[in-house]
């Protein structure tokens, strides 16, 4: 049976979606980017604003349109919180929610009536998780979330905690890397309560992944700012752990901070960072931020604005608040006008182009290694066969560079920001003396 898989949202649905994939190929199933081409559909929904909602059901309708011959799974959050409607509405064939992920392949093999392959001709060990031409995976490490912040409805969705074993982990990123993935991303809802529930905790859990695995490079997921325990720094003196953390701040303001029900002060924001920059050499540090959130007034924002501008990111996912039913921002009072939000919107843009830029112009000339990927690039006229990610999550374009490199780790030389200021140009170093390569 060939199996067509659609992910929205988080990079938690990417793993959990690679996972699937895995399940379906060892049951003697093949997996096709051609949705026309499918006999099953796979789709991972997203629930986190009424935005991703509308998208859900958007390309539910897609899937339908585009092969409705095919039989058609819907889960993810959507399909957790709104159950029914999906199931009553948009008329999938099967509806699996989030507290049955894990048993996806399985559940479609039983309520489908979907034949497998005997185990007998099944070789699992030669079944690759992710898709040719993918060098970065994403893998699941706990699931829930405790905390109940006024915007989100994620955690209503994905329920309790639940770390992974951490066994199952290492046994994981170790198979990863023998299937030739060379570089993984640990990611949860919740990605540093790790542990809470296994007398564990984010720190512990690195430390052995970086002890028992050979993957050459490791990254974090969105790190929440109060969940960074004592031992956490010196975990970066391995550098195969990537100098790079997204830590949401979704405010500068304190007293917006409140409204949202953060755990984290913009004073303990702050000492946490310069710590962590003065103690983790390139250390790139991201956030996120939620522009226009209720009772936001103009002296909240220019606070807010004003502290953005003196911590400095080197990247900032922006989003413009809009009122998700069943939480409880969604109540709260002074809901802004939607030009107001696209104004403040705009001004962080801005500042933040600015200082993605600041932060570029710092590395020009240095030396890096970059993990090639098949993943081209046109800008200024030019194109760009190959592209990669500096340790620190600076984005590069690589000339004088085929795809015959795809998927190696290489020193690059970073020479330029390109014109809209989204990715450096980089060509390889030149070795240094008897072929060797010239020092970082």
Not at 257 to 280: D, G, I, N, P, Y
Not at 310 to 316: L, M
Request: hydrophobic share 40%; charged share 25%; aromatic share 6%.
């Amino acid at each position: 049976m060939r199996i067509h898989f659609k992910t929205l949202g988080c990079r938690l649905n990417e793993a959990e979606t690679e996972t699937w994939r895995r399940d379906f190929l060892a049951l003697g199933h093949h997996d096709t980017d051609q949705v026309e081409e499918a006999d099953l559909i796979v789709i991972n929904s997203c629930a986190v604003t009424e935005e991703a909602v509308r998208k859900s059901r958007k390309l539910v309708r897609r899937a339908q349109r585009g092969n409705p011959q095919a039989k058609l799974v819907l889960s993810g959050c959507y399909a957790t919180l709104n159950a029914d409607a999906a199931a009553a509405d948009l008329g999938v064939d099967l509806l699996v929610e989030n507290r049955d992920k894990h048993r996806l392949a399985e559940l479609v093999s039983e309520s489908l009536s979907v034949p497998t392959m005997p185990a007998t001709h099944i070789d699992d060990s030669h079944a690759p998780l992710l898709p040719a031409g993918r060098q970065r995976a994403f893998v699941k490490v706990q699931d829930g979330c405790r905390y109940r912040c006024t915007f989100c409805i994620v955690t209503v969705a994905r329920g309790e905690e639940r770390s992974r074993p951490l066994g199952e982990i290492i046994s994981e990123i170790n198979q990863l890397h023998d299937e030739g993935v060379r570089e993984i991303v640990m990611t949860g809802v919740h990605l540093g309560g790790y542990g809470a529930d296994t007398d564990s905790d984010i720190g512990r859990l690195i430390a052995r992944v970086l002890a028992e695995t050979g993957m050459p490079r490791i990254r974090l997921g969105s790190l929440e700012p109060w969940d960074i325990p004592e031992n956490f720094w010196t975990l970066f003196d391995n550098p195969r752990l990537m100098p790079h953390l997204h830590l949401p701040l979704q405010s500068g303001c304190d007293r917006t901070l409140r409204r949202m029900a953060r755990r984290c002060k913009t004073a303990e924001f702050s000492a946490l960072v310069e710590h962590a920059r003065q103690t983790v050499p390139r250390l790139n540090i991201t956030t996120d931020i939620i522009v226009g959130f209720p009772g936001e007034s103009e002296a909240d924002w220019q606070e807010s604005l004003d502290f953005i501008k003196t911590t400095g990111f080197g990247h900032i996912h922006i989003f413009s608040y809009s009122p998700r039913g069943g939480t409880k921002a969604a109540m709260l009072p002074e809901q802004l006008p939607r030009t107001l939000k696209r104004e403040r919107s705009e001004a962080l843009h801005a500042l933040a182009a600015g200082m993605k830029r600041n932060i570029q112009r710092h590395h020009i000339g240095e030396r890096l290694p970059v993990l090639v990927e098949a993943a081209s690039l046109r800008a200024e006229g030019k194109s760009y066969a190959v592209s990669g990610y500096t340790p620190n999550f600076l984005r590069v374009a690589i000339t004088e560079l085929g795809l015959e490199r795809a998927n190696q780790i290489i020193e690059v030389e970073l020479s330029r920001i390109s014109s809209c200021g989204n990715f450096i140009e980089a060509h390889p170093a030149v070795s240094g003396p008897a072929g060797n390569p010239a020092p970082a």
